[in-house]
Structure formats: structure tokens, C-alpha cells
């Protein structure tokens, strides 16, 4: 009776993530590698938010976490290196409250598309700035370099998101298989490594830097090839009408 109830129970939470879903993704297109599995936690954590968290309260929570990176880094330069794994906590409070505000919205049905569009990324840069800053603090001498590149190629995929958003008409978070939640997966690994071997940090600092770079060439040469297109094809239709003008 007891496995009956229990194989009853799981029926019923696959099929309230399966129903959620639609729910909570239908306005983005994922990429990342992860995104089969984040989907499924985000669909399920959903439905269990406090009904008086707001979607701003979420926000506030997620560059709460940022700002918990940024003073972990502070305080391993000040004290003890193993503070960096108070990073790891931040990165993990920054993703629940980065991406479940907008997801909540949409499963209350109390969508904020342009509200939301705009702070989140508003604050993502304020919380990229952030943890670059932390590191250039953290660093030595020309290593913080790193540090300022780092912040210089977050903001270039924030922005190749933007136009890829203008240009195509479809808003999409991730890089290629890179997303913001495995840059903070990749970023704790970083931590974790550079507590058990100290100045490790820098040579993967600059890995990081590196992958950030060949993913932000990679989609700038798509988001061309899309924008070529789309000139291509409003030239083609200008053409046609002034076709049709002249035989009038």
C-alpha cells in the first residue's frame, strides 16, 4: 500500500513539472548544456515560493548572492582563503534568485516582460561588476587584468543578447552551451580549487576568460550571418514594392 502511495505521489509531482514547464519557459529559447535539467528544478521550486515573495524580492535575493561573492573574495585577501567557498553559497543564492523571479511571473500569470527584462539585466551587469571587481582586489599586481577581461566579455554577451533579441526577435540568456548557470557552476569549481591550491585561480581565470571569448566570437559571427540576412530580405521587399509602384 505504502509503494502504491508512494508511486501515486511520483506520478503526480512528474506530471506538475511537466505541466509547468510550458508555463515558465515559453517566452525563451535555451541552449546551455544544463537546460533540460534547470528547466525541471526551476518548474518544481516554482510552485513551492512563499506566495508573498514577489518576483522584485527573488531579484533582490539574486544580487544578494552576488554581493556575497564579491565580499567572500574580500575576505580571503583580508583573512583566510578559505572564505572563497562563501562564494560558492553566493553563486548558489544568486542562480535561485536570478532565475526564479521572472519564472514566478509567469506561473502566477502576473507576467513582467519589459520590467523584468530590463532590470534583470540591469542587475546582472551591476552583479558581473561586482565579482570582477572582487577579484581584481583578490588578485596580484597584473593578474587583476583577469578580472577587468572577465567583466569586459560578461557584458559583451549581455550585449550580443540584446541584439540578438533586436535583430532576431528572440530573446535568449545563453551563449552557444554556455549560460549563465554554468559560468557560476564553472566559477565555484574555481573556488574550490584555488582553497586546496592556492594561486590556481589565476591560470583559471584566465580559462574562463578564454572560453568566454571563443563563445562571444562564435555567436557575434551567427548574429551577423542573421542580421546580413534580414537587411537582405527587407532590401528585397523594398525592391518589390518600388517594382509595384512603378507599374502603378
Not at 97 to 109: E, H, I, M, N
Request: glycine letters at 8%; aromatic letters at 12%.
Amino acid at each position: 500500500m505504502d509503494k502504491g502511495n508512494a508511486k501515486i505521489g511520483m506520478k503526480q509531482k512528474k506530471n506538475s513539472i511537466d505541466h509547468t514547464l510550458p508555463i515558465i519557459s515559453h517566452d525563451r529559447i535555451r541552449t546551455n548544456l544544463l537546460k533540460k535539467q534547470e528547466q525541471k528544478a526551476l518548474a518544481f521550486l516554482v510552485q513551492y515560493i512563499p506566495s508573498w515573495m514577489s518576483s522584485n524580492m527573488l531579484t533582490a535575493i539574486g544580487f544578494l548572492g552576488n554581493v556575497i561573492v564579491f565580499l567572500s573574495f574580500i575576505l580571503a585577501e583580508l583573512f583566510d582563503t578559505r572564505f572563497l567557498l562563501i562564494g560558492v553559497a553566493g553563486f548558489v543564492i544568486s542562480w535561485f534568485g536570478d532565475s526564479l523571479d521572472g519564472r514566478v511571473a509567469y506561473y502566477r500569470k502576473k507576467p513582467r516582460k519589459w520590467y523584468g527584462f530590463m532590470l534583470d539585466l540591469v542587475v546582472d551587469w551591476l552583479g558581473i561588476v561586482l565579482i570582477g571587481l572582487g577579484f581584481a582586489i583578490y588578485a596580484n599586481s597584473f593578474q587583476k587584468i583577469l578580472g577587468y577581461a572577465f567583466v569586459v566579455l560578461y557584458g559583451l554577451e549581455i550585449m550580443i543578447a540584446l541584439l540578438r533579441y533586436k535583430i532576431g526577435g528572440s530573446y535568449s540568456i545563453d551563449a552557444g552551451k554556455l549560460s549563465p548557470t554554468e559560468t557560476r557552476i564553472l566559477i565555484s569549481l574555481f573556488l574550490v580549487i584555488e582553497v586546496l591550491f592556492n594561486g590556481s585561480i589565476v591560470y583559471l581565470a584566465a580559462i574562463a576568460d578564454i572560453i568566454l571569448a571563443i563563445s562571444n566570437f562564435s555567436e557575434f559571427k551567427k548574429l551577423a550571418k542573421v542580421a546580413n540576412e534580414r537587411d537582405e530580405e527587407e532590401n528585397r521587399k523594398g525592391e518589390s514594392k518600388i517594382a509595384e509602384n512603378n507599374k502603378e
